[in-house]
């Protein structure tokens, strides 16, 4: 799912400004799941799983086939974007077993308040609810620990999984931007879903 710079593309030339983090990415539980800052020895392992051509094809920056080193020179950037409180990213890796299956974070956006929500999920873990569970758990982060005004995602037009999974958290859809992308020569619809914090808060009851 997504079309965001978590996913290994270039960074835009002008950044958006950041917002502040924690000296280090937090940690976040689930039933199920452990969502925690990268580190380099998940290269590897991202490399394995979002090569997958299935991830690649859902995703508009992972690139197919992914070479070596662009793991390793994608969590370095990474690194220095949290610094700079322009992204969070998470491991995502369950409880039992302890290696990852996916990646989840924000692109941070201090000046209006919002961050933009994207993630993938190893193939051989689709149809578990993983997504679901993780993607609860960073929204939770984003409205209660980062105070973020909204938070919002999108996908393309023929992945209707991942806007099952916005839904299910919460989200509402906002509409389409009919072939607002191209993918490997073909243009695609991105459909937009977003949440405000006053909508988390009224969801959780408070």
Known sequence: MGRMRLHGGALPSKAPQGIPLPGR??????????????????????????????????????????????AERWIRAQKDQYRKGRDIIFAIVPRRGKRLIGIIGLVLTEKHSRGELGYWIGKRYWNRGYATEAAEAVLRYGFETLRLHRIWAAHFGGNAASGRVLAKIGMSCEGTRRQHVAKWGKFEDLVGYGMLRSEFEARSGR
């Not at 539980?29 to 590897?44: E, H, I, K, Q, Y």
């Open 25 to 70: 990415p937090p940690e976040l539980t689930t039933r199920r799941l452990v969502l925690r800052g990268l580190r380099l020895d998940d290269a590897a392992r991202i490399q394995k799983l979002a090569g997958e051509r299935a991830i690649a094809e859902n995703t508009l920056l992972i690139p197919h086939p992914y070479k070596d080193g662009l």
